[in-house]
């Protein structure tokens, strides 16, 4: 798509963001990006951390105006807002742009994927889905789990595999279930009961949204409490967190699987594969099965019957 654009780059103080948000909509931006802090990502955001003092934005307007006249009017409707707020300004600067459609592009990074008869789409994206598929809806950016992170896919493919060889409803427990994407992609499968749990209350409080969006709210028991006080006989176990965290809750992990179950763990880096099997050794699984994607392994075991 050859589509042209004036791409308007300036920090704003944090306070200003929506002001000026506003301010650049009358001057006719047709949108704007906010660089905020990078949320899915494997360490959750420290809230007690400083916020920042600005943030940078881009800003589109169509590119068939004079662009020193465009600078101008931003300049002089920002005026008023930098009397107001002293601190945290750049000098605005505008930048042609062209032969990427900018509205869409970012949109590029949360596409619509299918894990065998799931469909995980962002919330923006229409999608038929086959009547015989499970359609999941997400937004992303609010705790981690927006299904594009190689550990989640991975562990999709590996939960939608180990349900394609059940032939009962199973109970799963998914640990660490970040936006919940898991525990509600199993109930959306057909497991019988599934349990999440996350030690982060944000987290919890956004997989219930999630639950209750996609219908999925009495069939998904959302908790923060801690493993250990949770049950046990789980045909499932899913634990996407780092090698690190799944080794320290080996023993607890391994406690809570049902005879044959299957234990699924992720956010493995290729380089800690030795530590994860090594934590796991002691516990006579079957496996693992591994699978990998980018820089990031999976390791399935199987508890004997
Ligand atoms: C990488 S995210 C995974 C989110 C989601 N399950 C997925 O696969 O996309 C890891 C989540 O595990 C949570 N977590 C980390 N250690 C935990 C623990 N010991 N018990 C429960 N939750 C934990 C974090 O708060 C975070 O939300």
Known sequence: MDNKWLELHISVPAAAVDLVCAGLATLGSTGVRVFERQLDTFVAPDPDADAPESYPLRAYFPAEQDGDALLKCINEALGPLRAM?????????????????????????????????????????????????????LD????FGTGTHATTR??????????DTLDRAPRVLDVGTGSGILAIA?????????????????????????????????????????????????????????????????????????PGATLILSGILREKESLARRGFAPFGLEGPRLSERDEWICLTYRRAD
């Open 85 to 137: 707020f002293a601190h945290g300004w750049s000098e605005a600067r505008l930048e042609a742009v062209s032969g990427d459609d900018w509205s869409e592009s970012w949109k590029q990074h949360f596409p619509v994927f299918r894990v065998g008869k799931l469909v995980v789409r962002p919330s923006w994206e229409e999608v038929t889905a086959a009547p015989d598929e499970a359609l999941l809806t």
């Open 154 to 163: 991975l562990c999709l493919e590996a939960l939608v595999a180990t349900l």
């Open 186 to 258: 199993a109930a959306m499968l057909g497991a019988g009961e599934v349990v999440a749990c996350d030690l982060d209350a944000e987290a919890c409080r956004v997989a219930q949204d999630n639950a209750a969006a996609n219908g999925m709210a009495a069939a998904v028991e959302i908790t923060s409490r801690p493993l250990e006080e949770l049950g046990a006989g789980f045909d499932i176990v899913l634990a996407n967190i780092l090698a690190e965290e799944n080794v320290r809750l080996a023993g607890e992990l391994v406690a809570r699987l049902a």
């Open 140 to 143: 992303p950016g609010m705790a």
